[in-house]
Antibody, heavy 123, light 108 residues
Framework: EVQLVQSGAEVKKPGESLKISCKSS????????IGWVRQMPGKGLEWMGI????????RYSPSFQGQITISADKSISTAYLQWSSLKASDTAMYYC????????????????WGQGTLVTVSS | SSELTQDPAVSVALGQTVRITCQGD??????ASWYQQKPGQAPVLVIY???NRPSGIPDRFSGSSSGNPASLTITGAQAEDEADYYC???????????FGGGTKLTVL
């Protein structure tokens, strides 16, 4: 069974750094894309970026380029999302999601999701 | 364009059929995937590729991705189908992914 388990909720101050994690199990971590999705309070899903752990190919939404860093550690099947300087507007739920075995040339859905990590940034 | 557009809200009477649409340039090249999200829960994939359902998704959910817009149809909507629904695909370049703004489905 595929499982994505995310790190716990965080409360941070503006300007602080943060790295949240997403540990994968039940599938070959290096063979599928794993992405990050933001959901601000009461709002929709926003695709932030994605990484292919097999070769570390990493892509960012233009909306998030330069604001975040996505990485992965193959040795422990874990993906990361990090900020160097948080803002209050980063307050949101963050989900990791993997593309799994349904990915093809014409369709590459996120078939497994983590439980979400709530990040609150407040002074 | 890298955007997917959905109607913000749709309602359906219990047991009736409802269609939720998703429009965007990328759908000329890529099939839409559809996700259901209930309050306080992570999204769940319900339709992907041409019209495929992951294991455990009821067959009242179906998809149509021929052309633009793509659509998700729920035939015989149930109370438990009340949720937010999001479409998603790669963008036109194929290098990024994109989500629609979401449709809030109310079952009356």
């Amino acid at each position: 069974e595929v499982q994505l388990v995310q790190s716990g909720a965080e409360v941070k101050k503006p300007g602080e750094s943060l790295k949240i994690s997403c540990k994968s199990s039940g599938y070959s971590f290096t063979n599928y894309w794993i992405g990050w999705v933001r959901q601000m309070p009461g709002k929709g899903l926003e695709w932030m970026g994605i990484i292919y752990p097999g070769d570390s190919d990493t892509r960012y939404s233009p909306s998030f380029q330069g604001q975040i860093t996505i990485s992965a550690d193959k040795s422990i099947s874990t993906a990361y999302l990090q900020w160097s300087s948080l803002k209050a507007s980063d307050t949101a739920m963050y989900y990791c999601a993997s593309t799994g075995g349904y990915c093809s040339i014409t369709s590459c859905p996120f078939d497994s999701w983590g439980q979400g990590t709530l990040v609150t940034v407040s002074s | 364009s890298s955007e997917l557009t959905q109607d913000p809200a749709v309602s359906v009477a219990l047991g009736q059929t409802v269609r939720i649409t998703c429009q965007g340039d990328s759908l000329r090249s890529y099939y839409a995937s559809w996700y259901q999200q209930k309050p306080g829960q992570a999204p769940v994939l319900v339709i992907y590729d041409k019209n495929n359902r992951p294991s455990g998704i009821p067959d009242r959910f179906s998809g149509s991705s021929s052309g633009n817009p793509a659509s998700l149809t729920i035939t015989g909507a149930q109370a438990e189908d009340e949720a937010d629904y999001y479409c998603n695909s790669r963008d036109s370049s194929g290098n990024h992914w994109v989500f629609g703004g979401g449709t809030k489905l109310t079952v009356l």
